[in-house]
Nanobody, 123 residues
Framework: QVQLVESGGGLVQLGGSLRLSCAASGSISSINSMGWYRQAPGKERELVARIRSGGSTNYADYPDSVKGRFTISRDNAKNTVYLQMNSLKPEDTAVYYC??????????????WGQGTQVTVSS
């Protein structure tokens, strides 16, 4: 059974940094794209960052709201994706969810979600 487990959330002050980690475990054949989403109270879940591997190169995408402040990376050997968040703002406060397109053994590609980790930025 494939699962994603996040860690690294917490409380940080305005302008601070946090690093989130998400490890995929279980019977995994391959992982395509991996990413992070967030959901603030009363708002829809939104994409924060996404990364996909193209051969030896990783391609990352960010919305304008986090571009230049957040960096996504992945360690394919560990089936882990990271989100480095710098210059945090109160509007970054949300539950952050890990997301990955994984092909399990046996099976076909499907999207998996982590359980979420709370990030709170105080002013």
């Amino acid at each position: 059974q494939v699962q994603l487990v996040e860690s690294g959330g917490g409380l940080v002050q305005l302008g601070g940094s946090l690093r989130l980690s998400c490890a995929a475990s279980g019977s995994i054949s391959s992982i395509n794209s991996m990413g992070w989403y967030r959901q603030a109270p009363g708002k829809e879940r939104e994409l924060v960052a996404r990364i996909r591997s193209g051969g030896s190169t990783n391609y990352a995408d960010y919305p304008d709201s986090v571009k230049g402040r957040f960096t996504i990376s992945r360690d394919n050997a560990k089936n882990t994706v990271y989100l480095q968040m710098n210059s945090l703002k109160p509007e970054d406060t949300a539950v952050y969810y890990c997301n990955a397109d994984i092909r399990p053994v046996p099976g076909y590609y499907r999207t998996y979600w982590g359980q979420g980790t709370q990030v709170t930025v105080s002013s």
